[in-house]
């Protein structure tokens, strides 16, 4: 699969009530992504979802913002490189911190 059909499935699913989607707190996605996470570019766009939420649009995928914390919503845990290392650079610049 290329990088567009990649970003593409880590898109936030279409939410209906019979599909379960999972939200993956960004500091869990730190094994996946190494020390490369700290040169990852910044969100290409935000949508607020809620007064609590906040999609943000990445070159990687797709990452909730909520209560301060950034999530990666998947169905089936596959959770790309790019968007792993997008979660972890965005998470850090909210937290201030590494997890």
Not at 75 to 81: A, S
Not at 86 to 96: D, I, R, T, Y
Request: proline share 6%.
């Amino acid at each position: 699969m290329d990088d567009a059909g990649k970003a593409e499935s880590a898109r936030l699913p279409e939410l209906v009530n019979w599909k379960c989607v999972r939200m993956v707190p960004w500091h869990l996605l730190a094994p996946l992504v190494g020390d490369e996470h700290a040169t990852v570019s910044d969100a290409t766009g935000t949508s607020k979802v809620s007064a609590e939420l906040t999609l943000v649009r990445t070159k990687g995928g797709d990452l909730i913002v909520a209560g301060g914390e950034v999530f990666v919503p998947t169905v089936d845990f596959g959770v790309p490189r790019l968007l792993a290392a997008h979660a972890l650079s965005h998470g850090e610049e909210l937290s201030g911190s590494r997890p």
